[in-house]
Nanobody, 123 residues
Framework: QVELVESGGGLVQAGDSLRLSCAVS????????MGWFRQVPGKEREFVAM????????DYADSVKGRFTISRDNAKNTLYLQMNSLRPEDTAAYYC????????????????WGQGTQVTVSS
């Protein structure tokens, strides 16, 4: 059973940085394409970023491009999301997910999810 566990969320001020981590309990982590999504109450889960298994290319939502960086450490089975220049509108629960098939931007294309970590950005 593959498990995804996020950590690193918290309460910060606008302009601050945070790094989220997602520990994945799978020896085959290096073969997974992975993504980060976020969700606020009453809204659908929103695509943030994704990273392919090989060659590790990335893609971002326009709202975070230039501020967030997705990366992975295959030796540690861990996915990261470095978030800089945080804004109040970045406040959400952040989820990591394992891609399955379909369009990368859609949550339905991912088959496994972590429990989420809350990020709150005050103005």
């Amino acid at each position: 059973q593959v498990e995804l566990v996020e950590s690193g969320g918290g309460l910060v001020q606008a302009g601050d940085s945070l790094r989220l981590s997602c520990a994945v309990s799978a020896r085959t982590f290096s073969t997974y394409t992975m993504g980060w999504f976020r969700q606020v109450p009453g809204k659908e889960r929103e695509f943030v970023a994704m990273i392919r298994s090989y060659p590790g290319s990335t893609d971002y939502a326009d709202s975070v491009k230039g501020r967030f960086t997705i990366s992975r450490d295959n030796a540690k089975n861990t996915l990261y999301l470095q978030m800089n220049s945080l804004r109040p509108e970045d406040t959400a629960a952040y989820y990591c997910a394992q891609y399955h098939s379909g369009t990368y931007y859609y949550a339905a294309s991912y088959e496994r999810w972590g429990q989420g970590t809350q990020v709150t950005v005050s103005s």
